[in-house]
């Protein structure tokens, strides 16, 4: 096992050290606060079994989106083991020490589908830290949220990336729609790298004619950097691009766009952001593989999308805390003007805790930990 230990300011920023270093993969060994000079400091080990010859996962480099022979299989023992882990140490665990309402919303994440391993992580954060520490608190270090707003996403591309079918286009015409509402004279593009199906480009290309915004097909590089330059006077491009083979990796893909001069700190002629759009009901090994195929040397966020069909949404905290990524927007319904928001915090602890879509009065059924 390779083991290491990260020190910082805040748990979500040492978190995000162990994810880039030992990849998503790593688990907790052991953590503690600092307190000395004034300073507030915390620190984790951390570790990670690999196969031997293997390479980590660090989100750059040529290296990041690929995987050694086996990673599938290993990872799914691996995940096991862990399983066995937990019920071995559960006995253990003074589950009495935190309050009890605590103890109540630990057993309802669970039931949600969050993984003892990041269960256990939230216990360690009531438990260790400073006295008081609310759930809400604890959850906002490994859940972090940063809505998608012209402020906090200035970047002037933005690439929308994700499996088929998962909604990448409705996703990308919302975000446009979004900024457009809370800024009437923005100007917006579409890049429409996705072009081989019917539906999805005639709904784009309406859409963007109906809301005053540019529209340019580019199924290829020579297209997506013709695209690219026509759009320099915009505020804001949306890029959509298409759905990954079986065995492809986004980076792969943009290369073959002609948009490697975003990769690896290349010259690019404008700041980009890569936007991850994903549906929670998908399986543990199935986003693991998402989240490697997709990881490039970007600023990332992730979209979750289809939250009307999902039964729970344990599913956000556990993509959070393996990928490190900030949620930036959901998506819950088929309205393409009004069913995508910024992600906001509250919204967030709506939906994991009371299965309370944005907009509803009600929860989806579940009895609340609140």
């Not at 990336?161 to 909604?167: L, S, T, W, Y």
């Not at 948009?259 to 404008?270: F, H, I, N």
């Not at 910024?342 to 994991?352: D, N, Q």
Request: charged share 20%; hydrophobic share 40%.
């Amino acid at each position: 096992m390779q083991v290491k230990t990260f020190t910082g300011s805040s748990t979500q920023d040492v978190m995000a050290q162990v994810k880039a270093e030992l990849g998503p993969d790593a688990i907790i060994l052991a953590s503690r606060e600092l307190n000395g000079n004034g300073l507030r400091l915390f620190e984790i080990t951390a570790g990670v079994e690999r196969p031997a010859g293997s390479f980590g996962f660090s989100g750059t480099g040529p290296d990041a989106a690929s995987a050694p022979p086996g990673w599938e299989e290993w990872h799914k023992e691996w995940s096991r083991i862990k399983e066995h882990l937990y019920a071995l140490m559960q006995p253990c665990i003074p589950w009495e020490k935190p309050p009890p309402r605590h103890r109540m919303v630990l057993e309802y994440l669970q039931r949600e589908g969050v993984e003892n391993d990041v269960v256990l992580e939230l216990y360690r954060a009531l438990t260790e830290s400073v006295a008081g520490t609310s759930m809400l608190a604890a959850l906002a270090h490994l859940v972090p949220v940063q809505g998608f707003t012209e402020e906090l996403w200035p970047q002037k591309l933005h690439f929308v990336a994700g499996p088929f079918g998962v909604g990448k286009t409705s996703a990308a015409l919302r975000l446009g729609l979004a900024l457009r509402h809370a800024r009437p004279d923005i100007s917006a593009a579409y890049l429409n790298a996705d072009c081989t199906r019917g539906n999805g480009r005639l709904v784009l290309r309406h859409w963007a004619e109906l809301s005053d915004f540019g529209y340019y097909e580019t199924p290829d590089a020579a297209t997506m950097l013709a695209g690219i330059n026509a759009c320099r006077n915009y505020d804001v491009v949306f890029v959509d691009l298409p759905g990954l083979g079986r065995e492809e990796t986004l980076r792969d893909r943009m290369c073959l766009m002609g948009l490697s001069a975003w990769l690896d700190g290349g010259k690019a002629p404008c700041s980009a952001a890569l936007h991850l759009v994903m549906p929670p009901h998908y399986g543990d090994q199935q986003i693991a593989s998402f989240l490697r195929r997709y990881q490039v040397s970007l600023p990332g966020s992730l979209i979750w999308s289809k939250l009307d069909e999902a039964l729970s949404f344990g599913t956000l905290v556990n993509v959070a805390v393996r990928s490190g990524l900030p949620i930036s927007a959901v998506s819950f319904g088929p309205e393409l003007q009004s069913s995508l928001l910024p992600a906001e915090e509250s919204i967030i602890w709506r939906l994991l805790l009371k299965r309370q879509l944005p907009g509803s009065a009600h929860s989806g059924g579940a009895a609340s930990p609140l």
